[in-house]
């Protein structure tokens, strides 16, 4: 029973022989397995929050799992297209079940599934914990820039597009953030912490950041918020503690008028979407 | 060695063709489920086209740090309209509407859908819908442009006053009907129509997904549809579902919208699987490996789809549930198990190249490298990390571009039974090239531009040294699959009537091999015994059946005839 060779042009393969290039495919593998002596960062850096240091070994750890079995597949795919490719009229065994093969890749993927879920948990309960902290900033999302406020200090920091407003924060301690948007879904975006969460109307979004090295970091708007969504920029200041009070101190000082102003605005959820004013 | 069937002289004049309206009176009027699914079929790759050329503007915006092509709403526009054309209308419409209309009733050997004149109104309620959603372009203030997931408050009548949102809303609703009873009519064809022999467990594949699709579609678009309507009555009537000053809660919306939206993934997927199975399993020459387990991982997929929704929703920080992190991971388990069966099926089978399987080939690889990177996305940490860059854009893109691998390995394998010609080899292989290659240097340098910080949606960015060539290797990506594109069309035109494809020229498994090509009004003359999972398998080979693993061949016996 040939299939009737009406395929125009392309027609049925020729065959080749290849027959010792199996060496050829083993030799890079057993290199690749010498060469993992440093656990390869896989894209993603270690970044300058102690979560972010959590997340960046989550994702080694889930990398590693999945070069391993891409590499598993794709070997199996390859060496099938190389050396069962047809070579003959002939029809080959008509295998359809191997049945502890079928459990074996099935028991195995449930295993690995369940040490992700596992490190996956262990890294997210650290990650979303809020331990008690002094050092409290409210971050309010607007159409289209950033506002925060330092609840008891009169200080107060809003800008927008690409007037980059900057938020400080002392290294070394823990942050809490008070995330909320005034009209649309925003994201808080810091690609140095490894972290983004949504700003959302009606709703408190609580969480914790502890930066272990100072430094200006890049954030930004992550989720479609409308027009300006592409320049919803802000940076992030990383100061030592005494650099944090006394940068505190002389904001509050040189603004005390606009402190009187955000006293209004410090309330959490802000329930009538309103427009931001200028700088 | 093909069974030429002969037409039987008495069913000459069966043929409801010859007493009806011809042209396109009949086109108007047909309840055929393969010219209705041939029409869905123009329409799907229509939108392809048209969603593909949305896609090449965007990649050539973004060529450059302060592109200026378009601007920044039309940018909006563009990416919100790519991504609701490529969904809603491509490549959903194409999974269930367009093959699974004209091949699942043949593979079962029904002579229609079960109810053909629903098949009809699926069809025009698809595109009218698509109709009103592109329309939008043509009101003034320009088409949807809050995304394809139209996220409330964005979407409300505050932030988006314009008609285009209307529009999209109208679209949606239109074609989310069009698929619902589309899903009504493959179950209940499913279920009824069976040939005598056609049991659960000798059904193709391919029909199968299928059957777990519709089931899908009927768990989850009435819920989209129920969620548009509450957008819409927000936007016009007055109500407060979802806005916060009224006492709405806007997140609402992103949970009805993701209650359908994960689901919908694999709405999308499970039939491109089932193409893929197939198109393996002929051009292996070898039956389908673990059958059966592929069927239980059909079905587990399409159990677990149905409570991971929220991880789409972690960064939202209001459904934190370790419940939707290790569901999300387990769909891991029954996708793995199917790319092990493909493989099983290839391995030691006599692997014909044809551009089907060259396609289903690359199905294989694109989809595992977005498979592999979607496992990421199901741990909160790694998302809240890559939530909203490209590198969930990279991933997406990886998986939606193996379906369209799958879509063409589709064409290339029925084409020939659908319409009785064979597309041009050549051609294809050459398509194939630039596709498959142009998907990885399109998506590969995203996954990199997503690690390295930049966010989706972005109609200029930074400059940034190490953005820079990431997107220009993207933009190149993306022209190789444009090119691709214009092959397929040019491939299509080519070969019109060139070829003629006869009824088997693959040596294929099911029913639809046994007939004509194409197959006449109501399908069949005459079916063989369906004795198994490949009927027409077993009538051309009787002594090569399938085996378990170290059981010896029977003696050649014949048995089936």
Redesign the interface.
């Known amino acids: 029973?040939?299939?009737?060779a009406?395929?125009?042009?392309?027609?049925?393969?020729r065959p080749r022989r290849r027959g010792r290039l199996r060496t050829l495919l083993v030799l890079p593998l057993a290199a690749l397995a010498l060469a993992g002596c440093t656990v390869p960062r896989f894209?993603?850096s270690p970044g300058a929050t102690t979560?972010s240091k959590?997340?960046f070994h989550?994702?080694q750890g889930?990398s590693i799992?999945?070069v391993v079995?891409?590499t598993l597949?794709?070997v199996?795919?390859v060496w099938?297209?190389i050396f069962?490719?047809?070579?003959?009229g002939?029809?080959?065994?008509?295998?359809?079940?191997?049945?502890p093969?079928?459990l074996t890749?099935?028991i195995i993927?449930?295993l690995i599934?369940l040490g992700?879920?596992a490190a996956?948990?262990v890294?997210?309960n650290k990650?979303?914990a809020n331990p008690k902290t002094s050092v409290v900033i409210d971050v309010n999302a607007f159409?289209w820039g950033w506002k925060f406020t330092y609840p008891g200090h009169g200080v107060v920091v809003v800008g927008q597009t690409t007037q980059d407003p900057t938020m400080v924060m002392p290294v070394d301690e823990n942050v809490r953030i008070n995330l909320t948007s005034s009209?649309?879904?925003h994201?808080f975006?810091v690609?140095a912490f490894?972290?983004?969460?949504?700003a959302?109307?009606?709703?408190l979004?609580q969480?914790t950041l502890r930066a272990t090295s100072t430094g200006l970091f890049?954030g930004?708007?992550?989720?479609?918020?409308?027009?300006?969504?592409?320049?919803m920029f802000f940076r992030v200041r990383v100061v030592t503690a005494g650099q944090y009070q006394s940068w505190l101190t002389s904001q509050a000082n040189a603004a005390a008028a606009q402190a009187a102003q955000s006293a209004t605005s410090q309330q959490i959820?802000s329930?009538?979407?309103t427009k931001p004013t200028k700088g | 060695?093909?069974d030429v069937l002969e037409r039987p002289a008495h069913a000459e004049g069966h043929g409801h063709e010859e007493h009806g309206p011809t042209g396109i009176l009949k086109w108007l009027t047909t309840t055929d489920h393969k010219v209705i699914g041939l029409s869905y079929t123009v329409t799907a790759v229509v939108m392809m086209v048209i969603g593909g050329a949305f896609a090449e503007i965007i990649r050539a915006q973004l060529s450059s740090p302060n592109g200026t092509l378009v601007s920044?709403?039309q940018?909006?526009e563009l990416f919100t309209m790519h991504g609701s054309v490529m969904i809603y209308l491509f490549a959903g419409p194409f999974a269930f509407g367009a093959l699974a209309n004209i091949i699942v009733p043949i593979q079962i050997g029904a002579p229609d859908m079960a109810f053909p004149r629903l098949n009809a109104l699926s069809y025009w309620l698809y595109l009218t819908g698509s109709i009103t959603m592109l329309s939008g372009f043509f009101v003034a203030g320009g088409a949807a442009n809050?995304?394809w997931v139209a996220?409330v408050?964005?979407s409300s009548s505050?932030?988006t006053p314009g008609s285009g949102a209307d529009l999209w809303i109208g679209g949606l609703l239109l074609t989310g009907f069009s698929a619902i009873f589309t899903g009504v009519n493959l179950c209940a064809t499913i279920f009824y129509l069976r040939a005598p022999g056609m049991t659960m467990f000798r059904m193709p594949i391919f029909t199968w997904n299928l059957l777990v699709t519709a089931i899908l579609i009927l768990l989850a678009f009435p819920v989209l549809t129920a969620g548009l309507i509450m957008l819409y009555a927000d936007r016009h009537f007055g109500t407060h579902i979802f806005s916060?000053?009224g006492g709405g809660?806007?997140?609402l919306w992103q949970n009805i919208f993701w209650f359908w939206g994960h689901p919908e993934v694999y709405i999308l997927a499970l039939p491109f699987f089932g193409m893929v199975t197939e198109i393996i399993a002929v051009f292996?020459?070898?039956?389908?490996?673990?059958?059966?387990?592929m069927i239980f991982a059909t079905l587990t997929i399409g159990a677990l789809s149905l409570g991971v929704w929220a991880h789409h929703m972690f960064?939202?920080?209001?459904v934190?549930l370790?419940f939707f992190?290790?569901m999300s991971?387990?769909i891991?388990?029954p996708t793995?198990?199917k790319?092990?069966n493909w493989?099983?099926t290839?391995?030691?089978?006599?692997?014909?190249?044809?551009?089907a399987m060259l396609m289903a080939?690359g199905f294989?690889?694109t989809f595992?490298?977005g498979g592999?990177?979607g496992?990421?996305l199901a741990?909160?940490?790694?998302d809240?990390?890559t939530?909203?860059?490209y590198f969930v854009v990279a991933h997406f893109h990886s998986v939606v571009m193996a379906l369209v691998l799958g879509a063409m390995g589709g064409l290339y394998y029925w084409g020939p039974k659908i319409t009785g010609y064979?597309l041009?080899?050549?051609i294809?292989?050459a398509q194939f090239w630039f596709l498959f290659v142009g998907t990885q240097v399109f998506t590969l340098p995203m996954?990199?531009l997503g690690?390295?910080?930049m966010?989706?949606?972005?109609?200029?960015?930074p400059k940034h040294p190490s953005w820079q060539y990431l997107n220009d290797w993207a933009t190149v990506g993306a022209v190789l699959i444009g090119i691709s594109t214009i092959l397929f069309v040019v491939n299509v035109v080519y070969?019109w009537k060139?070829?003629?494809?006869?009824d088997?020229?693959?040596?294929g498994h099911t029913l639809e091999w046994f007939t004509t090509s194409p197959p006449p009004h109501h399908n069949f003359y005459r079916l063989p015994p369906i004795r198994s999972e490949r009927p027409t398998w077993d009538y051309?080979?009787p002594e090569?059946?399938?085996?378990?693993?170290?059981h010896r061949?029977p003696a050649a016996e014949g048995s089936a005839k």
């Open positions: 029973m040939e299939p009737s009406l395929s125009p042009q392309g027609g049925p393969e894209g993603a979560s959590s997340v989550l994702w889930f799992g999945a079995i891409g597949v794709v199996l795919i099938s297209v069962h490719r047809r070579r003959s002939a029809i080959p065994r008509q295998t359809q079940y191997h049945i093969l079928e890749y099935t993927p449930i599934v992700l879920f996956t948990m890294v997210e990650e979303v159409q009209d649309v879904v994201g975006y690609h490894n972290f983004s969460r949504y959302l109307p009606g709703v979004n969480f890049n930004q708007c992550t989720q479609l918020c409308g027009l300006y969504h592409s320049l959820s329930i009538v979407p | 060695m093909t920044l709403a940018y909006n809050f995304g996220y408050p964005l505050v932030a916060v000053a809660v806007p997140v292996s020459k070898k039956p389908v490996f673990g059958y059966k387990g960064t939202t920080g209001t934190l370790p992190s290790i991971l387990l891991a388990v793995g198990i790319m092990f493989v099983g290839m391995w030691r089978g006599q692997i014909w190249f044809s551009t080939i294989l690889v595992l490298v592999l990177t496992i990421y741990s909160p940490p790694l809240f990390f939530h909203d860059t064979m041009n080899e050549r294809g292989k996954y990199l690690l390295r910080g966010p989706r949606r972005m109609a200029v960015y070969s060139r070829y003629p494809a006869g088997n020229p693959w040596d051309n080979h090569h059946k399938a085996l378990e693993h170290g061949e």
